[in-house]
């Protein structure tokens, strides 16, 4: 697959902060070679700005030459259509 982001919004903050913690979760437990690394990061209203600043962050890359690039997944509230 082509290298890219995914944008996911829901409601609220813990409703992002669980739903972060479980891709993470499941990514660990699924991980094989044939997949990239994730970024994953939330964003919402109440979190400090120097957090809000990781969407910016690039994805990551490959883990090996040649390999799947990562993918940035941005889990947020529609914060992301307003100030981003």
Known sequence: ???GDVLVFL???MEIETTCQRI???VAAN?????GDILVVPLYSSLPPY???HIFKPAPGP???GGPPGRKIVVSTNIAETSV
Not at 31 to 35: A, C, I, L, Q, S
């Open 1 to 3: 697959e082509e290298p």
């Open 11 to 13: 409601t609220g903050e």
């Open 24 to 26: 993470r979760d499941e």
């Open 31 to 35: 991980m094989t070679e044939e997949v």
């Open 51 to 53: 957090k809000q600043q």
């Open 63 to 65: 883990r090996k030459p």
